[in-house]
């Protein structure tokens, strides 16, 4: 979640256009891991409901955002 945090810039709602949001690859990279293993990890977080995921390709990536800044407050304790 750091990463995706530190990522996104103002994470506050409204989210803003998907074509902002990081791609898996930049988060995957942020974190050392292969992209497969971070998008089970985003899907995962998805269904948890703390990340939001594009659902279609954008620029032939699926681009990912936090749901609330909270949770950026609480990752950085």
Known sequence: ??????????????????????????LADACNE??????????SLE?????LCS???VQNSLRWYPVSPCDAEAEQR
């Open 1 to 26: 979640m750091k990463a995706l945090y530190s990522l996104c810039q103002n994470v506050h709602p409204p989210p803003p256009d998907p074509i902002l949001w990081p791609k898996t690859r930049q």
């Open 34 to 43: 292969d992209i497969y293993t971070a998008r089970l990890l985003l899907l």
């Open 47 to 51: 269904k948890d409901g703390k990340v």
């Open 55 to 57: 659902h279609r390709s």
